[in-house]
Nanobody, 117 residues
């Protein structure tokens, strides 16, 4: 089992930047993919970005390409989401996600990101 703890959310103006962090603990070696999802107000949860633990292959939602960057620090067991040029529609609860090679995925508790002027 993997435990995930997010941090770094908050209130930011349109055009601003935030960096989310997700610290992983537990069965780290079992993780195949790390990622971020978000749930905008009144909407379903959606993929933001993912990164493989081996090879660091990344996938981004079209809505964040060119603005968000996912990265990881293996030594710190942490995955990051750098969010630039934030828009009102990026407002959501952001969840960290870990998919193992087998078994059930793990989710963090979520961190609120609010983009507002």
């Amino acid at each position: 089992q993997v435990q995930l703890v997010e941090s770094g959310g908050g209130l930011v103006q349109p055009g601003g930047s935030l960096r989310l962090s997700c610290a992983a603990s537990g069965s780290i070696s079992s993780i195949f993919i790390l990622g971020w999802y978000r749930r905008p107000p009144g909407k379903a949860r959606e993929l933001v970005a993912t990164i493989t633990t081996s090879g660091s292959t990344t996938v981004y939602a079209d809505s964040v390409k060119g603005r968000f960057t996912i990265s990881k620090d293996n030594a710190k067991k942490t995955v990051y989401l750098q969010m630039n040029s934030l828009k009102l529609e990026d407002t959501a609860v952001y969840y960290c996600y870990a998919r193992p090679y087998s078994g059930l995925s793990s989710w963090g508790q979520g961190t609120q990101v609010t983009v507002s002027s």
